[in-house]
C-alpha cells in the first residue's frame, strides 16, 4: 500500500497532513527517509514517523454508543454519520456492521474486518442481536407467542421467530417495556415487527451483538477500541 495511506490507516494524520510530512522528511522506512507518499510498504518494514515508530494493526475494532440523529453509514451529504463521531483522524476503511435506524440508540461495531462482519450479520449464523424498547399498549402472552412463532410483514416477508420479554410497563402512559431478541436485521424490522401485532415502537436501544455487550460506562454518541477479550469472543463465533 502506499506510504501515507499507511499511516493514515495508524491515525498518524490526514493525508494531507501526511503528504507535507513526508515531503519534509519526517518519515523513515527502514530507517531511510523517504520523501514520496506513494512509495510502496507491505506492512514488514521498520516505518517511524517523526522518531516514533508505527506498526500496522490490520484490523480496528470500535464500541459506539450511537445517539438519536446519527445515521449508519460511512458518508453523507445531509446527515452526520456514525464514523463523523470518531474524529477526523479515524482511518477510513472503517464501517459499521449492520444498521441501526436513525432514531435508534446503543450497541454498534465498527470495524474494517469484513469476515468479521459477515458472520455477525448472516442469518444462518443465528448471532443474537437484543434490544430493549418501549412501546404502546400492554403486551401479552399473545404478543410473545406471536413473537416465537415468526411473523409476516407489511411487505409479505417473515420475520424469523424471536423471543419478547416484559420488562415492565406503565399502565397510566399505557407503555410497555420490552427486551428483544433476533437473528436477522430486515429494514426497520422491529418496529414492523411490533405494528404487526398492532404497536408503534416509541423508543428503541441496542444492547448487545452476539457476545459483545454494550459498556455502560459509554456516553451516547462515544466510542472506544474493543478489549483483547471482546476481540477473542467475536473472533470466536463460528
Known sequence: MRLDKYLADMNAGTRKELKTAIRRGLVTVDGKAVRDAGFHVTGEETISFDGEEIGYQAFAYYMLNKPAGVISATEDRRHKTVLDLLGERHRRDLFPVGRLDIDTTGLLLITNDGALAHRLLAPKHHVDKVYRAAVTGAVAESDILAFAQGLRLDDGLTAMPAKLRLLGSSPEDDVSFVEITIHEGKFHQIKRMFEAIGKKVLTLQRISMGPLVLDKNLPEGAAR??????????????
Not at 225 to 238: F, K, M, V
Request: charged share 30%; net charge negative; no cysteine.
Open 225 to 238: 477500541p474493543l478489549t483483547e477479550e471482546e476481540i477473542s469472543a467475536l473472533r470466536s463465533l463460528s
